[in-house]
């Protein structure tokens, strides 16, 4: 029997959504994580554990685990410093894993990897090293690093971003590191400083299904996409309501079709433009988009969606599913074209993500 998971992270705790294939009824479980504030979960795909990133005011960062779909959990941080006489690290912000590999971005910006199931961590220092990093800027969140991109076709590939510093990739397995942000603006730079080599405000990468290096960004100033793993960027935000958003969710299948989820700018309250929901899709690329409203509200939708609040699964049709900044969880059977509200009254959703298993 299929199952469906959403891992809902929130500023009190995860949340476990589960439904059947079908996708109709949902069962909703927690809060887990004894409530500390859950930045991003995932679930590994090959072995089915839950790993949820937070951080704790008064105990400091964290990666909680649980191998049985949130029955029973345990956390730890050992490892997650920068050393004697750094500065701490305040909070564990997005999690990723590759392989027998989990990776951990933190605050401030740093990436981190364990190899023992989050038992412990080691700092991969090379980004740190990088000799832009004594002059990367915090974003409104903090400095993080909020997106990891593993590549699933070569171990040693991996992308990150990191507010406000930008795109970084690396091709052996984190040594060594280059900022990927050609192409991609910083409007709130001098005119002449407008494409620096890195200082962009990234908001959050995706990488398209399939092997042809394609990734998509939605930046604080507009939406890009790249055909060569980041090395040049291509804006795409033409025919959007906006150029500001935070999240992107790649279809499972299709490199060409991408889900968004534009407000209505960084300065003009950063809620749905006029204040109606609407998810919006391109099926070329960015060429071209079309915004879903069935289902949605489309009167007083005075929410935001955070960065990671944004998630599709691997069904035929794909399911859709992000939340909102006011505790709201919202769904789509069918990539999009129709939606219903699982839930009205969570904490702040911090991020959503999907596992399907095969359950006898």
């Not at 027998?100 to 090293?129: C, M, Q």
């Not at 804006?235 to 935070?246: M, V």
């Not at 069935?294 to 939708?301: T, V, Y």
């Not at 789509?332 to 399907?356: F, N």
Request: proline share 6%; hydrophobic share 35%; aromatic share 10%.
């Amino acid at each position: 029997m299929t199952h469906v998971l959403l891992l809902v992270g929130t500023k009190k705790g995860l949340f476990i959504v589960e439904s059947d294939a079908s996708r109709r009824d949902w069962e909703i479980r927690g809060p887990f994580c004894e409530t500390w504030p859950i930045q991003h979960a995932i679930a590994d795909p090959a072995t089915g554990a839950v790993y949820a990133a937070g951080g704790n005011a008064w105990f400091g960062p964290a990666i909680w685990k649980s191998t049985d779909r949130g029955e029973t959990w345990t956390h730890s941080s050992a490892g997650l410093n920068y050393g004697e006489g750094a500065e701490p690290v305040a909070n564990a912000w997005s999690v990723a894993s590759r392989g027998n590999v989990i990776y951990a971005g933190v605050e401030p910006a740093g990436l981190f990897k364990s190899t023992d199931g989050g038992e412990t961590w080691s700092h991969i220092a090379g980004l740190r090293a990088h000799p832009t990093c004594e002059h990367w800027q915090p974003g409104g969140a903090g400095l993080i690093l909020h997106s990891i991109v593993a590549d699933p076709h070569d171990e040693k590939t991996i992308w990150v971003g990191i507010s406000s510093a930008g795109v970084f990739h690396t091709n052996d397995g984190g040594e060594t590191w280059e900022p990927r942000n050609r192409g991609t603006r910083a409007d709130f730079n001098p005119e002449d400083q407008r494409y620096p080599e890195f200082g962009q405000c990234v908001h959050n990468i995706v990488l398209a299904p399939g092997n042809s290096g394609r990734l998509y960004q939605q930046n604080h100033c507009g939406m890009y996409r790249s055909d060569d793993g980041g090395r040049d960027w291509t804006s795409i935000e033409a025919g959007l309501p906006s150029s500001f958003g935070f999240p992107a969710a790649a279809h499972p299948r299709d490199a060409d079709t991408l889900y968004l989820l534009p407000l209505n700018g960084d300065i003009q309250g950063r809620f749905m433009p006029e204040a109606k929901a609407a998810v919006w899709r391109t099926r070329d690329g960015g060429r071209s988009w079309t915004a879903l409203r069935k289902g949605l509200p489309q009167k007083d939708a005075y929410f935001g969606v955070l960065r990671q609040a944004l998630a599709t699964d691997r069904l035929e049709p794909a399911g859709v599913y992000f939340g909102t900044g006011s505790g709201a969880l919202f769904a789509s059977a069918d990539e999009g074209e129709s939606w219903s509200c699982l839930a009205q009254y969570l904490p702040a959703i911090s991020s959503v993500e999907t596992l399907v298993v095969e359950a006898r």
